[in-house]
């Protein structure tokens, strides 16, 4: 799954960089002295990277003829 999500991640032009810190990957495309001072989370980034995902799902999901309902939603528990 997370192959088939990096490659999707290319397709809706999100960076690796970005794209290993949404599938939190410890070691990825920033590795070396980089990593070491490279500290940022791209928060931005990330969130603009979900919601991206987030379109390409819901297209998905509209193009089955799926319409979700709250009876879909499966609450998750801590």
């Known amino acids: 799954?997370?192959?088939r999500a990096e490659y999707?991640?290319?397709?809706?032009?999100?960076?690796?960089?970005?794209?290993d810190r949404?599938?939190?990957h410890i070691e990825g495309t920033i590795?070396?002295?980089?990593?070491?001072?490279q500290r940022s989370e791209f928060l931005r980034e990330c969130a603009e990277a979900l919601d991206g995902w987030a379109v390409y799902v819901l297209n998905v999901?509209?193009?089955?003829?799926f319409k979700p309902t709250a009876e879909h939603v499966v609450r998750l528990q801590r």
């Open 8 to 19: 999707k991640a290319e397709g809706l032009k999100i960076g690796p960089h970005v794209a």
């Open 61 to 65: 999901v509209n193009g089955m003829g």
């Open 31 to 37: 590795s070396g002295v980089g990593a070491v001072y």
């Open 1 to 3: 799954m997370l192959e």
């Open 22 to 24: 949404v599938l939190n």
